[in-house]
């Protein structure tokens, strides 16, 4: 390793008919998986000879040399040929995976698993270029892929490789904001559920735990993972106390999705009819007590601790046989389609404000752009209000 700052690097000439000026040099880095350090050769285009003397392109290249083996240079920068599929695994993961919600990092693993690693998994850092990001994102949404998984796989693209380039892995980001752009899918059906399609499911489920459960999520705007991991501890009369989630039949206490996702839950007044019929016949209320255990009857019985509903089945098993024997979508009655059906509905009822505190997002714009839907008639009807207005405005001209 000696005197790498002290390296000028030496100049050469090349081209048959346009002759060009190249430097080389040498960079020494430090292998992530062995710990050896190696010594890289580079190369570089200075210029054209027609429109650069040597002593400038000399200039030149000391000039780079100074700024790629200066101080950074020093502390040895990681190897460029470092697979994707090893710095994901032990470098980016590690490091993200501690700020996810459980159901986040699962969703997000099987996602870089089952996509990204296929396509660039054995490739080096530095072997990826902008183009050939921007050529993978392209063929999913040719290939009809839903606008959710092509927007997640450019979002992990970018975050994966700019952590790539702030931890010096490679030297310029090919997934910058300027270059990856987010390609043309397919529209997104966002559908809701009409007032009475919502009674008539709740109206029609006869177990008081299914029907208390089903209240909760399409009244109190609760996410899916909130819903089946609500603790009796977590009602409070009036609100819920979100401090548990569960996914996949499995409940993890204290883990929320976001800080906004532990403000208090309001609870309407009807609604609250329904958590007390379930609780005067629930097995257990104590605090640490799953409020909607799935098979309650026989858990106890057999003396196994509870466990939470899994989302897929609870509504497959409980409550599309009730919307299939009413003629009802079963789309427009899962807890999604419940969430964005009140997100929609509250434009009439309160204030963007209100709005956003009842569903516990950080951001208003993800209350606006991701659950509020238009409400049909409801521009119509508001323009035609606006401008009775303004006419209404009108100064009668006076008689003579």
């Known amino acids: 390793m000696a005197r790498i700052k002290h390296q000028e690097g030496r100049i050469e000439e090349r081209g048959k008919r346009v002759k060009k000026w190249y430097g080389h040099y040498w960079a020494y880095v430090k292998c992530p998986v062995t710990g050896k ?14 429109q650069m003397p040597k002593w400038e392109a000399k200039d030149k290249l000391k000039t780079i040399i100074d700024s790629e083996l200066g101080v950074a240079q020093t502390s040895l920068r990681p190897d460029p040929k470092t697979t994707f599929r090893w710095f994901v695994e032990n470098r980016y993961l590690p490091m993200k995976a501690g700020r996810w919600c459980k159901a986040t990092e699962i969703t997000t693993i099987k996602l870089i698993r089952s996509y990204l690693f296929s396509a660039f998994g054995e490739l080096s850092l530095g072997a990826i270029e902008s183009f050939s990001l921007q050529l993978y994102l392209n063929k999913l949404a040719e290939r009809g892929y839903s606008h959710s998984l092509v927007s997640q796989c450019h979002s992990q693209l970018a975050l994966i490789m700019r952590m790539a380039h702030k931890m010096h892995f490679i030297a310029d980001n090919p997934a910058d904001a300027d270059d990856l752009m987010m390609p043309k899918t397919k529209a997104i059906e966002k559908p809701t559920a009409t007032w009475e399609q919502i009674m008539a499911v709740l109206d029609n489920i006869e177990h008081p735990r299914d029907k208390c459960l089903y209240a909760v999520g399409s009244f109190c705007l609760l996410r899916s993972a909130e819903v089946f991991g609500l603790l009796w501890g977590s009602y409070r009369g009036d609100h819920f106390a979100v401090s548990s989630v569960a996914y996949r039949g499995v409940l993890y206490r204290d883990q929320t999705k976001t800080k906004a996702s532990r403000h208090p839950v309001p609870i309407p007044d ?10 005067a016949v629930s097995p257990d209320t104590s605090p640490g007590a799953l409020m909607f255990p ?33 003629e009802i979508p079963t789309s427009v009655v899962c807890f999604r389609c419940t969430r964005r059906t009140g997100s929609t509905d509250l434009q009439t009822f309160g204030s963007l404000k209100d709005n956003q505190t009842i569903m516990r997002h950080a951001n208003a714009n993800t209350t606006l752009g991701t659950y509020v839907q238009p409400i049909p008639g409801s521009a119509r009807a508001a323009l035609n209000q606006r401008t009775s207005a303004v006419f209404g405005a009108r100064k009668v001209p006076a008689k003579e």
């Open 294 to 326: 799935r098979d309650w009857r026989g858990i106890y019985k057999e003396n196994k601790p509870p466990r939470p509903f899994e989302s897929d089945k609870f509504f497959v098993r409980k409550i599309h046989p009730v919307a299939k024997r009413l």
């Open 37 to 50: 350090i190696l010594r890289k050769h580079k190369l570089v285009v200075l210029g054209l000879k027609s």
């Open 270 to 279: 009807e609604i609250q009819t329904y958590i007390a019929a379930w609780n």
